[in-house]
């Protein structure tokens, strides 16, 4: 956004003309001051929607629905419970909200179709910009004593979250301070959506991946990024173009991320079986994931103060250091042994999805997102995301052979169903559809099952007949090449998406003529993340509740960019050479 574009929403948003009680007219009554009752919901209502910065922008916004005094006094009521009853029955709680939101109407973006280009960049111009992402991860690293990723909110929330799915989340979420953060959130989405400060807070952007807007980035680190840091340094010391300084310190940073993975992230937690296992947590206590000592406090404040272990997390970290070549004994623990106990099956007495936002899908052979802490925890109550069964099947078969899963055949069995969860979610087409996916988005989701073909077909010919007799890793790779091809490259791209793309038609073996589009972009906006690196900061993966919120960086961009193009150099060179 230009400053003009946005001197002029935010004058609209500061001179509108009010139709009805404002969310401040609404709630300040309510939330503002009191005694009693749960203090939490007070201090986030205060911290995060009646702060200095927002308070302007929305308190002339009204909402001509809430001139009707029997609404307004059931909303107020509404938040009345869920202040001061010990256990709010958060659906009717939620009730008034959820019909105001009927015409939030926010949508996923439609990319406009392209021509496609008729040559791609010189291997000189991939090259160079190889070099410089190379560069600013270890540039980043040598800095910050770890590479940075980000956190930004979008009050607008999710096109997937609508009344009926805020009601889903207030009733699966486990932790109160969750449940108050999700229906404040998502009120104030009500007013956005009316105000012209909705051209701030939500602005539209070229491509899929969203950008993110800098001023409200969190810095953190997480073993989930150290993760994926790690694949993109090896990348970089794998296509030859890191100097021997750059490759030193490439191995130096490797080392170091797998041992915040798999030590300092690391905690025990009890399997289902009645043993404990050391999984990797989503954030590490602190100081660890290096929040400044003002979010760190403004995290307590909204109420974010429990992360728990997750199964993507783990499976990630497990990744990246078995492909570093660690030798620590935590890889020798048979994950799937583990896993099985969150698996999805017909018929269970115990529902193991609680927040069902993709209920679109067949979640039968999946495995869900949050593993329950020593002390019982599940804040997020639990959800299941097709992308993280992608890396469990991917760290699966890297390391076969170390967890004798051919051998053993309830391991054998466990890796069948998650195949057979991926087969119905790509013949339905619903790997399609933003909705089908809790943390990630379809062209995440192609790249992601990229990376997992890449490690299936590097197995010998017998293991992979015993792990996939029915060809359906071949059936989702014409499937997803043909989304790819179809849509995501033939429509206008971002950089994050042009690197996804890239990632995923160089793993699954598609012509290298198809690279053109993908690479004309990474070449064509690089420089655009100016003083913060070669790109700017985009949508990685992302919550849907309590809100929309994005997590990426420059430096994940850069990652990204730099696994794609040295998949697609090496398939150029392979090319080139036959």
């Not at 301070?177 to 104030?188: C, E, I, P, R, V």
């Amino acid at each position: 956004m230009g400053f003009h574009t946005i001197a002029g929403a935010t004058f609209r948003a500061l001179t509108a003309r009010k139709d009805g009680p404002s969310l401040y007219d609404v709630c300040d009554p309510v939330l503002l001051k009191y005694r009693g009752g749960d203090p939490h919901l007070g201090k986030f209502y205060r911290t995060a929607l009646g702060n200095p910065a927002l308070r302007p922008l929305l308190r002339r916004t009204g909402h001509p629905a809430l001139r009707d005094e029997k609404r307004l006094g059931a909303l107020r009521e509404a938040l009345r419970r869920a202040r001061d009853e010990a256990e709010p029955d958060w659906a009717a709680v939620g009730a008034p909200i959820a019909e105001l939101m009927a015409d939030i109407d926010v949508r996923h973006p439609s990319p406009k179709p392209v021509a496609a280009p008729s040559r791609a960049p010189d291997r000189s111009e991939i090259d160079r910009v190889i070099r410089r992402c190379g560069a600013h991860l270890l540039r980043s690293f040598a800095k910050n004593g770890f590479i940075p990723t980000y956190a930004a909110f979008n009050l607008i929330g999710d096109p997937d979250m609508g009344g009926r799915e805020m009601l889903m989340a207030l009733t699966g979420l486990n932790s109160r301070g969750y449940k108050n953060s999700t229906l404040l959130f998502n009120l104030a989405r009500v007013f956005i959506a009316h105000s012209p400060a909705r051209a701030l807070i939500n602005p539209p952007w070229t491509g899929i991946a969203e950008p993110m807007w800098e001023p409200v980035q969190i810095r953190h680190r997480s073993a989930y990024y150290d993760a994926f840091f790690t694949e993109a340094l090896l990348s970089y010391v794998e296509t030859g173009l890191a100097s021997s300084n750059e490759a030193a310190a490439s191995r130096r940073a490797i080392s170091e991320m797998v041992d915040f993975c798999l030590k300092t992230s690391a905690e025990e937690v009890a399997s289902h079986d009645g043993s404990t296992v050391r999984v990797i947590t989503a954030l590490a206590p602190l100081p660890h994931p290096r929040f400044s000592r003002f979010f760190a406090q403004i995290k307590q404040d909204l109420g974010f103060g429990i992360y728990v272990p997750d199964c993507d997390t783990t499976a990630c970290s497990f990744s990246a250091a078995t492909q570093a070549g660690s030798t620590d004994p935590i890889l020798d623990q048979p994950l799937l042994d583990f896993y099985r106990g969150y698996q999805v099956r017909e018929g269970a007495n115990e529902p193991r999805v609680t927040v069902p936002l993709n209920d679109n899908i067949d979640y039968e052979g999946g495995v869900v997102t949050w593993i329950d802490n020593l002390a019982g925890d599940r804040p997020y109550g639990n959800d299941l995301d097709p992308t993280l069964n992608l890396d469990i099947l991917e760290v699966s078969f890297r390391n076969l052979t170390r967890w004798n899963i051919l051998q053993t055949p309830a391991r054998l069995e466990t890796v069948h169903r998650i195949i057979g969860f991926q087969r119905r979610l790509v013949e339905s087409g619903a790997f399609r559809n933003p909705r089908s996916h809790i943390y990630y988005l379809p062209e995440l989701y192609s790249a992601y099952f990229g990376r997992c073909h890449a490690a299936f077909m590097a197995l010998p010919d017998a293991a992979k007949q015993a792990i996939d007799p029915d060809g359906t890793f071949e059936f989702i790779r014409s499937r997803v090449l043909a989304y790819v091809e179809g849509e995501l490259i033939a429509r206008e791209m971002n950089p994050f998406d042009a690197a996804l793309a890239l990632i995923a038609l160089a793993h699954l073996g598609a012509d290298v003529s198809t690279f053109a589009p993908a690479l004309n972009c990474i070449t064509a906006h690089f420089g655009e993340g100016g003083r913060h690196g070669p790109y700017k900061a985009y949508e990685w993966n992302k919550m849907k509740t309590p809100t929309r919120i994005l997590v990426g960086g420059p430096e994940v961009t850069s990652a990204f960019v730099l696994m794609g193009l040295a998949l697609a150099r090496r398939a150029m060179v392979k090319g080139a050479s036959t």
